[in-house]
């Protein structure tokens, strides 16, 4: 499976380690940045994992930010994405199973490295439930209005 990940300067400290376990799982990784504890807008990152998503040039993205709301709500801009936060493992799971989401965004300052890399775990070996087809569908309309 091919994985974009970015992240901003809050998320940096936990990059490595996050590409390194993602890796660990077989998957290749598309490293979009950011590469430095410098402060930079974590839009730009959201949009380059977002377009690699979109266009099926990565299966699916991880984003991380101080929050992962602001990546959230970033990447959602995109068409075709559909990225989730999550703050445990039972919300990893559900946003597999129920929203169908192809981005994960989580928030650094909230959660510690091993968590984070617990719930991508989750996210990336979770299938979607096909009786929540309905209700993705009518996402993609809105989208397309
Ligand atoms: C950066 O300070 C912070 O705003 C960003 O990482 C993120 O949490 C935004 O949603």
Request: charged fraction near 25%.
């Amino acid at each position: 499976m091919k994985i974009a990940f970015g992240c901003d300067h809050a998320g940096i400290k936990i990059k490595e380690q996050i590409i390194k376990f993602v890796e660990s799982l077989g998957c290749q990784v598309i490293d979009c940045g950011t590469f430095s504890e410098q402060s930079c807008d974590y839009p730009d990152f959201a949009f380059k994992v977002a377009d690699f998503v979109s266009k099926k040039t990565a299966d699916k993205g991880i984003l991380i930010c101080g929050t992962g709301i602001g990546m959230s709500i970033a990447a959602n801009k995109v068409k075709g994405i559909r990225a989730a936060v999550c703050w445990n493992k039972e919300t990893a799971a559900l946003i597999a199973q129920h929203n169908n989401a192809n981005i994960i965004c989580a928030g650094a300052r909230f959660a510690s490295a091993d968590e984070i890399c617990s719930w991508i775990k989750i996210f990336l070996e979770t299938k979607f439930e096909e009786r929540h087809l309905k209700r993705i569908n009518k996402i993609t309309e809105i989208e397309q209005k």
